[in-house]
């Protein structure tokens, strides 16, 4: 065996092989030594999950085991003192010794959780080993907007939109429970409609709607954690009335002149002019400050002027 050339001649005589394995594998283990089996396990929210942190390495029996969560830029404690420190107090707990199980993880889970290890009779003491958890979120109920009502020729847009869901979910829009293609130019069926589907924003657009274009509509939103839709709603594509909304403004324009020469025809008549009282026109027969006086003698008017005061 390789291993005696590095003993005494004396000693590799009468030692077993296995013997020798020990001795030497015993002296090459310094230091600590951490591995983990998944280090980005992906969880469904409300599901458990356990976070890998086993020691391959160490000659100290009882080290010293911390975990720490990073979130945020901030670093906060997990496990530390042999307890679940945290918001993970009464739902986690440590397993194999160094491995840290969670049960009903939420999306606040989610985050860089460090395992740390300190192996005081070990040459090199510390360890330690990153894992990342993702906690995917199924999407809630999808806020969907469809018009009721367009005319024909004229665009529409409908709007699902959804904030729950982690990862980030696509859209699938229906009409008539049959699922819509992102461009209804890639799918005969929809040959005499006119939409571009965005899957990733959830917006539909029609740049001309069709009568054919009538129906239920309704969206879903899908990731890998689950889906969700909203209700159905009607979008009702009418044709235009030329004649009636030509008549329309014939109307509007006939009352409109009938008016205006009714008010011109009254003008004419004198109705909006403001009579005046004619004895308040009527001019005194004697100026202020002047008398006159009859003389008996020769029949005829003099005058005095007189001043008032």
């Known amino acids: 065996m390789a291993l005696r050339r590095w003993l005494p001649l004396g000693l590799s005589a009468w030692l077993p092989d296995f013997c020798l394995l020990l001795l030497f594998k015993g002296c090459l283990i310094e230091a600590v ?18 976070l890998s942190c086993i020691i391959t390495d160490s000659q100290t029996n009882d080290p010293r085991i911390e975990w720490k969560k990073i979130q945020d830029d901030q670093t906060t404690y997990v496990f530390f003192d042999n307890k ?23 999306r606040m889970d989610s985050a860089l959780y460090r395992c740390e290890v300190v192996a005081r009779n070990d040459r090199k003491e510390i360890d330690e080993i990153a894992i990342e958890l993702i906690v995917q979120v199924k999407p809630v109920m999808p806020i969907c907007r469809v018009p009721k009502a367009v005319p024909v020729g004229k665009t529409a847009t409908l709007q699902c939109q ?8 696509y859209y699938s829009w229906y009409r008539n429970d049959v699922s819509l293609p992102t461009d209804s130019r890639a799918d005969p069926r929809f040959r005499n409609s006119s939409f571009l589907l ?20 309704y969206c879903i939103a899908t990731n890998d954690a689950g889906s969700a839709g909203c209700e159905e709603q009607e979008m009702e594509v009418y044709d235009l009335n030329i004649a009636g ?3 329309g403004i ?3 324009l006939v009352v409109l002149t009938l008016i205006t020469l009714g008010i011109c025809c009254a003008y004419r008549r004198g109705c ?12 005194s027969g004697k100026p202020d400050g002047v008398n006159y006086i009859r003389t008996d003698e020769e029949g005829d008017f003099r005058h005095k002027s007189s001043f008032v005061i």
């Open 33 to 50: 030594n951490l591995k983990s089996s998944n280090r980005n396990p992906v969880v469904h929210e409300f599901e458990s999950v356990e």
């Open 84 to 106: 679940i420190q945290g918001d993970l107090a009464g739902r986690a707990e440590l397993v194999g010794k160094t491995s840290l199980k969670i049960w009903n993880v939420t």
């Open 162 to 169: 959804e904030s729950e869901g982690y990862p980030r979910p």
């Open 198 to 217: 965005n899957s990733e924003t959830g917006t539909l657009v029609f740049s001309a709607v069709h009568k054919e274009d009538s129906g239920q509509y």
């Open 245 to 247: 909304i030509i008549g």
């Open 250 to 252: 014939l109307v509007v």
């Open 272 to 283: 909006f002019i403001n009579k005046q009282d004619g004895e308040g026109y009527k001019s």
